[in-house]
């Protein structure tokens, strides 16, 4: 049983950067100014994406008999990133509100290679859904990098 226990709390962390992620881009939404509707949309798809893995990670530890975390990260973990993303939204311009959201896909990337390093036996399902989260997310990363980037580039 401690097998299954080291297992679910890989996942568990993994459920809670997503609780992370999907309050810091509702937050993200929220505070976007009306003209950034594009970042609006994109911000809605990265908090969606979020409550789908969580959705998959939630149902892996119920298979494991584990009991499901609530809530999210705690402070002293990396994945805390995400509450100071949220506090930065407030009077945030596009650019800021980008290099916020890429720092967060920066500690959910993290949370994702811990995961797939941790010591816990993952089984071969566990471990593709686990690996495929974190590429789908690599993906959302890369789409915050290459908008700030563009934003940067057009206001230099």
Same mark, same amino acid.
């Given at each position: 049983m401690a097998t299954?226990?080291?297992?679910?709390?890989?996942?568990?962390d993994l459920i809670k950067i997503n609780n992370d992620r999907i309050t810091g881009y509702e937050k993200a939404k929220d505070e976007t100014k009306?003209?950034?509707?594009d970042l609006q949309t994109i911000f809605g798809k990265m908090a969606d994406e979020s409550r789908k893995y969580k959705t998959e990670l939630v149902a892996e530890v119920a298979k494991l008999?584990?009991?499901?975390?609530?809530?999210?990260?705690?402070?002293? +973990?990396?994945?805390?990133?995400?509450?100071?993303?949220k506090a930065t939204f407030t009077g945030s311009d596009r650019q800021s509100a980008l290099e916020s959201c890429e720092f967060g896909e920066?500690?959910?990337? +993290?949370?994702?290679?811990?995961?797939?390093?941790?010591?816990?036996?993952?089984?071969?399902?566990?471990?593709?859904?686990?690996?495929?989260? +974190?590429?789908?997310? +690599?993906?959302?990363h890369d789409t915050i990098k290459k908008l700030r980037d563009a934003h940067k580039a057009v206001n230099s």
């Open positions: 299954n226990d080291k297992l679910v709390e890989v996942l568990n009306d003209i950034d509707v008999g584990g009991e499901v975390a609530d809530g999210q990260t705690t402070a002293g +973990k990396i994945y805390q990133v995400w509450m100071n993303v920066d500690a959910a990337q +993290k949370a994702y290679r811990d995961a797939l390093a941790s010591d816990a036996e993952i089984d071969v399902d566990t471990r593709q859904l686990i690996t495929s989260q +974190k590429a789908d997310l +690599k993906s959302s």
